[in-house]
């Protein structure tokens, strides 16, 4: 029987969301093993103006338990 956890983290770009969830996945696979997937659960961006300076993204990252 396999038993999973989840984390909560999150991660920026200055590119998109998209790619805060690619960074956020590289950052979590370097410290934890087994991760089978993640959900976001959330995006905000920062602005300035009307320039979207940095994009965020929260998510819970699932990953089996050794």
């Known amino acids: 029987m396999a038993v999973a956890r989840?984390?909560?983290i999150t991660a920026s770009s200055?590119?998109?969301?998209?790619?805060?969830?690619?960074?956020?996945?590289?950052?979590a696979s370097s410290s934890l093993r087994g991760i089978t997937g993640f959900e976001i659960v959330s995006q905000k961006?920062?602005?300035e103006?009307?320039?979207i300076l940095?994009?965020?993204?929260?998510?819970?990252?699932?990953?089996?338990?050794?």
């Not at 200055?14 to 950052?27: C, H, P």
Request: hydrophobic share 40%; net charge positive.
């Open 49 to 51: 103006g009307t320039a």
């Open 14 to 27: 200055k590119t998109g969301w998209e790619d805060a969830a690619r960074e956020g996945l590289k950052r």
């Open 6 to 8: 989840v984390t909560k």
């Open 54 to 66: 940095e994009y965020r993204v929260t998510m819970e990252v699932t990953f089996v338990l050794e």
């Open 45 to 47: 961006a920062k602005v």
